[in-house]
């Protein structure tokens, strides 16, 4: 918009950034960078104060009288009077399963999940055979299906083959393949160029080894973008983990925290220790972000055609 | 997290999806081989749960035992329970607060990047809280929200306003439930939004500017029809969503205060696993089911979300 001003008036290169009709603009957009990003701030303020100091004052802006007891407690670091002296519940909470949990159930289901769904991809992209497009439907169709529908059958399945509380029953379902990245993958493949493809099968490869040594290594990009996106998705997974993982030894973090939110003193809820955990739960994923931010807010707005 | 993107891209895949290969044998050998696994999974963990699910909707089932056949009787229950309306009441004012808060911050927003702020980093920064946990979420704001000592009851306090049980009081368990979903969503909607921005050629502004269009002109006539396709996918994508609330009210209020936010996902997993009855759960389940079916149709036809009038 600013462009087309710029042109009409006739002033093509207008600096952008002291303008006085931008500064509405710009307080307005930096009042929504406060409110989505502060809150994470808060959460590492809260974590590193005590909660006897974070009652006393509650509006300071730094940390209340700075400590990690609240991380110790997290990783069940403090022994149960420590941690009831300092606002705990004192029940026995280990967030270091939790985290190796998760990062198993996520690492697995992607790694999985991305596999399978790219093999799929090629068969309706570079495969042709009767019925292609309506399988590839049939898949898409499943989107429409709300998880908890499935969720109940998928449960008792789950508890009939004796895979409640097990890792393997809490991959299970996400093993084989995500409608999205189908979806996903045969865009990229669509859009690639298949002369290197077509050489190689004039050279008598088969599909297997053109999919392995040549149409795998080229996407690695897209791979890696929704490898990224798969992962995010199932390390913030609650529903599922929470109905067939509930003992200690399977339970993943977001189903963690939940629990250890419950255990938390009514009257006087643990807020150093809550949040501490919270911030642990959130880190893998900021991690992530900081690295690879770039390319996943670029894949925001994909619709197949970019 | 991007799962739904598809519901645009798909008359566009079918379109280009087709008729690209002119081989003269069919591959479905091995078309069977690439596509086995993913269709193991397609049908053991939803086909066949589906079926199953819209069996057991008809049957009584206490997880011990099997499955008894009672034909409609769940169904008739459910229109005669209260907490089932109740539910979908709650579910709905949740639902039409989430459509309101989160599209309206959510344009206002990607037209504020579209103009002075194109950056990638600031987009990072908006899109910070889509990538948390509804767990996370929650809790942050849970103890953000808190009665005594949550720093938005004393920013209330210092303005001389009294303090807001916002988890719990029952009139405001809901808003609070939908605020801290457009928390979480309303960055990522902007970008939705913002790359919809994006696709609309500047020469239609300068012509309309040419013609002596306002920019308020311009926003209602030419930006707000151009973006019909996007706005259709972020509605469905709202209200699909938002359908479908639980994480967020299962670790903050649990459904309370009394009824307050027992919103039907809640209820049904109660019902299926608190509670032990899965005939009655899973009838529950084909009622939402069913509303976001219809949704997601009724959104397509009249919003004709599919089609782009820039094509």
Partial sequence: MSETRALVTGSRRRPRRFSPRQIVPWTLLVLAIAVSVLPFYWVLRTALSTNGALAANSASLLPADVNIGSFLRVFGLQSPAEALAEGGSGASINFWIYLRNSAIFATVTTASAVFFSSMAAYAFSRLRWRGRDKVFGLFLATVLVPPIFTALPNFLLVRNLGLLNTMTGLVLPFLFMTPFAIFFMRQFFLSMSREVEEAAMLDGARHWRIFFQIVLPNAAAPLATLALLTFMTQWNEYFWPLLVASDDSTRVLTVGLGVFKSQSPQGAPDWSGLMAATLVSALPVLILFAIFGKRIVNSIGFNGTK | ?311
């Fill in chain 2, 1 to 311: 997290m991007a799962t739904t993107t598809i519901v645009v891209g798909r008359a566009r895949a079918h379109r280009d999806g087709g008729a690209r290969l002119r081989r003269d044998r069919s591959d479905f050998k091995v078309a069977l081989f690439f596509i086995a696994p993913a269709f193991v999974g397609l049908i053991a963990f939803y086909v066949f749960p589906t079926l199953r699910g819209l069996y057991l909707s008809f049957t009584e089932y206490s997880i011990l035992g099997s499955p008894e056949w009672v034909g409609t009787d769940n169904y008739e229950r459910l229109f005669a329970d209260p907490l089932f309306w109740n539910a979908l009441v709650v579910t709905l004012q949740y639902v039409f607060i989430n459509i309101v808060l989160q599209t309206t911050l959510a344009l206002g927003l990607a037209l504020l990047m579209h103009r002075v702020a194109r950056s990638t980093f600031i987009r990072g920064m908006l899109l910070m809280p889509y990538l948390m946990a509804n767990v996370i979420a929650a809790l942050l704001w849970f103890w953000m929200l808190d009665y005594n000592i949550g720093i938005v009851n004393q920013i209330i306090d210092w303005l001389g306003m009294p303090r807001v049980a916002f988890f719990g009081s029952q009139e405001w368990a809901i808003p609070t439930q939908a605020v801290i979903n457009t928390w979480r969503h309303m960055g990522y909607v902007a970008l939705l939004i913002f790359a919809g921005l994006q696709s609309i050629p500047n020469t239609v502004y300068e012509a309309a500017s040419l013609d002596g269009a306002n920019p308020f002109q311009q926003f209602s006539r030419i930006t707000l029809p151009l973006l019909r396709p996007v706005l259709a996918l972020v509605l469905i994508l709202t209200m699909t969503g938002s359908f479908q609330v639980f994480d967020t009210v299962a670790v903050t209020t649990q459904g309370g205060p009394v009824n307050a936010s027992r919103v039907l996902q809640y209820y049904i997993w109660q019902k299926a696993f608190a509670e032990q009855e899965f005939g009655y759960g899973s009838a529950i389940a084909v009622i939402l089911f069913l509303i976001l079916a219809a949704v997601a149709f009724i959104q397509m036809r009249v919003l004709r979300g599919n089609e782009s009038d820039l094509a």
